[in-house]
């Protein structure tokens, strides 16, 4: 299983030109929504509440785009008080976590630190998404930049409250995104309009990065980061890939995201 699922993250990493962006993989997630339909009469929102649950645990696997009876109830769910209380639970949890990890990690001499990434884990691109929902079933890689460029992208306002903890905590923030280098202007521009005040670091896919699976990548990223003295309590973000791999924070903590999968 694990063998297969490794298969399939690198037949996505050789997919990918710039490997900044979901990966196109074929996945059962249609077939499983259309074996579903043709059984029991399941309305849509009951089994697309499901398919976000499956999405979330990472039981979905990798995945291509929202199955077509679920744009609505994704966009319902993104702009409705669900995915604002989904939120602001991992924040909470978030937080309770920090205070008490901070203390006993001040016993050693590391520098303690909290991963976040950016996409749909400090900035929220929904408005982009919902601007036309099928760009949800196709990615534009065009047009996302576009937005991007905009630096108009709004905080998650649960995200922004943990930061400003973190940061009055006395943790070391370190911003680690699949954006690419010639992004860092425009995503530099685009925390501050959302309310982000300041960071340790912002880490940016260099050359070197394409191509490379997120977990890869950000793993790589995360050992420099050890390497460096800092000792990673809490890493925040909306893909498993944002989280998993080795090293490890001590604590890694999911962000929901219906709209998109990144292997
Ligand atoms: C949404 O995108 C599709 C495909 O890219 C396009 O055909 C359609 O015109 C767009 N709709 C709007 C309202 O922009
Ligand atoms: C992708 O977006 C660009 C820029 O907005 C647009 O010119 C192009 O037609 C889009 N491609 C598709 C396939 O919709
Ligand atoms: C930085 O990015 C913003 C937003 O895209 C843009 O308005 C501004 O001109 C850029 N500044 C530089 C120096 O590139």
Redesign the pocket.
Known sequence: MLRRLLALVLLAAAATASGARPVLLRTATDDASAAVSSGAAQSDALFCDSWMLSVETGNAGPWISVPTRCLDSVHSYMEGDRYASDSDVVALDSIAFAAQALATAQEGNAKPAWVFDIDETLLCNEPYYAANLSRLQNFNETSFDEWV???KAPALSSSLKLYNELLDLGFHIILLTGRSEFQR??TE?NLKFAGYRSWEKLILRQTSDIGKPAVQYKSERRAAMEAEGFKILGNSGDQWSDLLGSPMATRSFKLPNPMYFIS
Do not use: F, H, T
């Open positions: 460029d905009e630096a202007n425009a521009v």
